[in-house]
């Protein structure tokens, strides 16, 4: 049976009505939930890992997202495509090591694999504020990171959310800044040679 729905009173405006302005401080403050794109309520686009990347960006602009989670023929994810991937470097290093056009490059040559892919608990997110989500993202020093919680009577876990540094950009007004920390001697070395 569906709910049913009634409409709220309404009124004019008033003369002299102002805008509200909220401070960045007062909404890092607001719980992360406030920011968190929940899976639960919005529907989660997907793609196969053999699908070409001019494909992906087709169905990331029909359907409105920046993101598509990568699934193989049993429905498991297998990795993350984003419209960074497909606009950054990694195309153009693919093409330079292996060869070939851009359109024939496909998503599984790009996409972030599983195995790389960082998630954040839910029952921590729940406790967490938006300011402790920015800085796990520019610790972690991706644009997005993915919530799990766990399955009843299971001991697989689920994606249930996902933070996004353009979605809490857009809400905060600010811009988030990701330079990832260099975790080896390696890492730091190669990112100092860049500035050279």
Excluded: W
């Amino acid at each position: 049976m569906h709910a049913q729905f009634k409409p709220l009173s309404y009124s004019d405006l008033s003369n002299g009505t102002q805008l509200a302005q909220s401070s960045n401080t007062a909404v890092q403050e607001d719980s992360a939930l406030v920011v968190m794109t929940d899976l639960n309520k919005i529907k989660a686009f997907t793609i196969e890992s053999s699908a070409s990347i001019d494909f992906a960006n087709s169905k990331m602009i029909a359907c409105g997202v920046r993101l598509l989670f990568v699934m193989n023929a049993e429905e498991v994810l297998v990795g993350l495509i984003t419209a960074s991937d497909l606009f950054g470097e990694t195309p153009i290093t693919h093409m330079q090591k292996h060869g070939g056009l851009r359109e024939d490059i496909l998503v599984q040559d790009i996409m972030t694999p599983r195995a790389k892919l960082k998630t954040l608990q839910m029952t921590d997110v729940m406790k967490a504020r938006v300011g402790d989500i920015i800085e796990t993202m520019k610790d972690f020093g991706r644009q997005h990171i993915l919530v799990v919680d766990k399955i009843v009577d299971d001991p697989n876990e689920r994606i249930c959310g996902l933070f996004s540094t353009t979605q809490i950009s857009r809400q905060l007004g600010i811009e988030i800044n990701l330079s990832p920390r260099a975790s080896t001697f390696a890492e730091f070395k190669s990112s100092m040679e860049s500035y050279s």
